[in-house]
Each structure stands twice: as C-alpha cells, then as structure tokens.
C-alpha cells in the first residue's frame, strides 16, 4: 500500500543535511512493533495493523513486539488492555518478547526529558484552551499543523520571575518543545518511508508541541520515540494519519541521540460511506466480530488483510 501525496524532493537541500542513523539499524533483523492504547477494544483497522506490522518482520524473518501505550490515565483501562492480547492472539499473531507497558517505565521518559531540559528546549506552558483559544482570536493570526492550530508561543515568552512564581505556586502546566530552538540545534535532518522516499524533516510545522504535564513525564511523540529506540525496533509501521507525525519524531531521535528507523505507512480502513474506522464503532470491534460466530481468517479478510499484496 503506497501513500501518495507525501514525497519531498531532496533539491536545494545543501550538503549539511544531518542523515543520522537511518537505515543503519536495519543492517540486522527487521524488528517491528504494533503499539495500542488500551482506551477502548480493537476494531478493523487495529487488525489490520497488527497483521501489517507481524507481516513486515516476519517477511524479512525478523521479531515482532507488541506494547501497550497507556500514559492516557483518564481513558486507559486494565480491561481494554487485558482484551487487547486476547484478541490479537484470538487472531493469530504471535508476539516475541515480553510486552513492554508504557505505564510502567515513567523513570525512563523522565530521563529523556531531563535531556531536553539539560539542553534548553522545554519551557513550561500555563495556559489553558480558553486562553490559548482567545489569544490567538486576538492576534486574528491562526497557522495550522496537522494538529490544528499552533500554539502562539504566549509561555515561551513569560519573564523568568513569573515564570518561577506560577511554578512555585503549584499552578498546572505542560511542558513544551521551544520548536524554533530545537530546530537550530538539530540542523536540516531527514528521514526514509520505505513507500514514499527520503523526507526532508519539516517538524516546525508541529509548532512548540506538548512533550509532558505537570503530572505525566511524557507524552506520545516523547514515548513512542523512546521506545522505538529502547527497543531495537527498525521498522515503524503505522498509519498514514502519522505521517506527519514522523517529523517530529526524526528532530527528537537528533535531540536525543537516538537511532532513527525506517518507516512504512499504511492506507487506513474506511467504511462503506468512506469515514475511517474507530474504536466508537462497536459493531466492527474484533470481540463483537468473534461474538457473532467470525473465525480470525473471516476477520482478517473484512480487515482486507491480504499478504500477498502486501
């Protein structure tokens, strides 16, 4: 499945382009990784990915891991977890190693943030959605990323003092990512889609994005970063509604001295009238699938799951 729309020429690039790592990783065994949030029970589209995920390593006879990310402590719960490895191996897929929780390695993405921090690029940002929202309604200025509207910037400019104060205080706030100042320290970076090419990394288009809360030591651009690298993983297939999102992960695999793997993103299932599957869509979830009497070969097949096509 190629994705389309996505290839960046690499003209008047310069010489000074920071290639990093990629592809070195996948000297060795292809390792990939199918990476859920147990905030709900798996559908169509989580099946697919799965399958996708498993085909890729095992295609190439390398390891497949499965991890649970569940740094959501509001939407995350056991049961969905606990559903979530009963329906993939209902399915069919076999997963080697343990599975790694997200949840129970917090110290490690403290590290990482202690990292950014030791290098000047995380400022704590107080300010609310209504704030935000009316800022920006103020300035009558509203850039978009492919998360919405971009944060103005209005905490990276907060006077130390007051800064210090709202912290001392105990009042909430996330910690963001000075994107202008860790785009200068990284330099011109690229990154490789084994469908649509090399990239020219472009994460400024993120603005200062939220790498961790006041309460919560990450985020999933931190998390998801990490863990790859933790894991040896050489391969990240995911969605193609991610595909942006690998801009910023390739500026902060530089930031953090991390490996940097390849990618392969995958159309994503729709329904008949073309609206993407999800996990509000109980019907199509795979335990309601198995209740009705499907096998896991019927279930990979609505899934339009096809290896050889692959």
């Known amino acids: 499945m190629g994705v389309q729309g996505h290839d960046a020429s690499l003209a008047g690039s310069g010489g000074n382009v920071d290639y990093g790592m990629i592809g070195a990783m996948n000297q060795a065994s292809v390792i990939t990784r199918f990476a859920p949030s147990p905030t709900g029970y798996l559908h169509l589209g989580h099946a697919f990915s799965a399958l996708f995920a498993q085909h890729q390593a095992r295609a190439a006879s390398g390891r497949f891991l499965l991890r649970l990310e569940d740094i959501d402590t509001v939407r995350c719960r056991p049961e969905f977890a606990a559903a979530i490895l009963d329906d993939l191996a209902w399915l069919g897929l076999h997963w080697d190693g343990p599975v790694r929780t997200q949840s129970e390695h917090l110290d490690d993405y403290r590290s990482a943030l202690d990292r950014l921090q030791g290098r000047g690029l995380l400022y704590p940002c107080f300010c609310t959605r209504k704030e935000i929202a009316a800022e920006i309604a103020r300035s009558g200025h509203a850039p978009h990323g492919p998360d919405g509207v971009l944060y103005p910037g209005t905490c990276r400019f907060l006077d130390p003092g007051e800064r210090q104060h709202r912290l001392d205080s105990g009042q909430p706030y996330a910690l963001r990512l000075d994107m202008r100042e860790a785009v200068a320290q990284a330099g011109p970076l690229m990154w490789r889609d084994l469908d649509a090419g090399?990239?020219?990394?472009?994460?400024?288009?993120?603005?200062?994005?939220?790498?961790?809360?006041?309460?919560?030591?990450?985020?999933?651009?931190?998390?998801?970063?990490?863990?790859?690298?933790?894991?040896?993983?050489?391969?990240?297939?995911r969605g193609n509604d991610l595909f942006e999102a690998s801009h910023v992960h390739r500026l902060l695999q530089a930031l953090l001295a991390l490996p940097v793997p390849d990618y392969r993103h995958h159309a994503l299932l729709t329904d008949a009238e073309g609206r993407r599957y999800a996990k509000r869509d109980k019907a199509l979830t795979i335990a309601s699938l198995r209740q009705s009497g499907h096998t896991p070969g019927q279930v990979q097949a609505l899934a339009g799951f096809i290896p050889l096509a692959m």
């Open 198 to 237: 090399v990239q020219i990394a472009r994460p400024e288009i993120f603005g200062d994005v939220v790498l961790a809360r006041k309460d919560t030591p990450t985020s999933y651009h931190l998390a998801v970063v990490w863990d790859d690298a933790l894991q040896g993983i050489t391969l990240v297939t």
